[in-house]
């Protein structure tokens, strides 16, 4: 009886372990792919690395809101300050999502490798919070805040 119990449970052993790595994770390269705050917020970074600015544009809500230690920019002028930059590898950490609604609040460390205007981005990392809202099937940024170096 004991032996029996023994290769029931390693028979089940053995066929629940292939399905951890049957569908392993994808990170979300688009904005189509998204399916959630810390998705949507990946799916971003990877577009301004590739310069998709149509895609950026497109799910940058009208009436978005970036704010940084310099003070606080509307749509037109964040997107533009956006574009200046030249990014090599950008890299999150710490990522912290909390849902509420259709609304996702995304935390996180940034590290920026590349240039803005030609001058290097800071090394450190930096503190961010995004807001992304579900708006019928895709994933809309609100706001964005650059809170500053991470200690």
């Known amino acids: 009886m004991r032996r029996l119990v023994a290769v029931t449970l390693f028979t089940l052993?053995?066929?629940?372990?292939?399905?951890?790595?049957v569908y392993p994770y994808r990170e979300a390269?688009?904005?189509?792919d998204a399916t959630g705050g810390e998705s949507a917020e990946r799916a971003f970074w990877h577009a301004v690395e590739q310069k998709h600015w149509k895609a950026i544009n497109s799910c940058v809500a009208l009436n978005f809101v970036y704010v940084t230690p310099a003070g606080r920019l509307d749509r037109d002028a964040a997107?533009?300050?956006?574009?200046?930059l030249q990014i090599q590898e950008a890299s999150l950490g710490d990522v912290a999502t909390e849902?509420?609604?259709?609304t996702f609040v995304v935390s996180y460390t940034l590290v920026l490798r590349g240039s803005i205007d030609g001058q290097p981005?800071?090394?450190t990392p930096q503190h961010r919070v995004s807001v992304w809202q579900k708006e019928k099937t895709s994933w809309v940024l609100i706001s964005h805040t650059v809170l500053g170096a991470a200690a």
């Open 29 to 32: 390269r688009a904005f189509s």
């Open 79 to 84: 997107l533009a300050q956006i574009q200046r």
């Open 121 to 123: 981005l800071p090394a």
């Open 13 to 21: 052993a053995l066929c629940a372990s292939p399905a951890c790595s």
């Open 99 to 102: 849902m509420t609604g259709n």
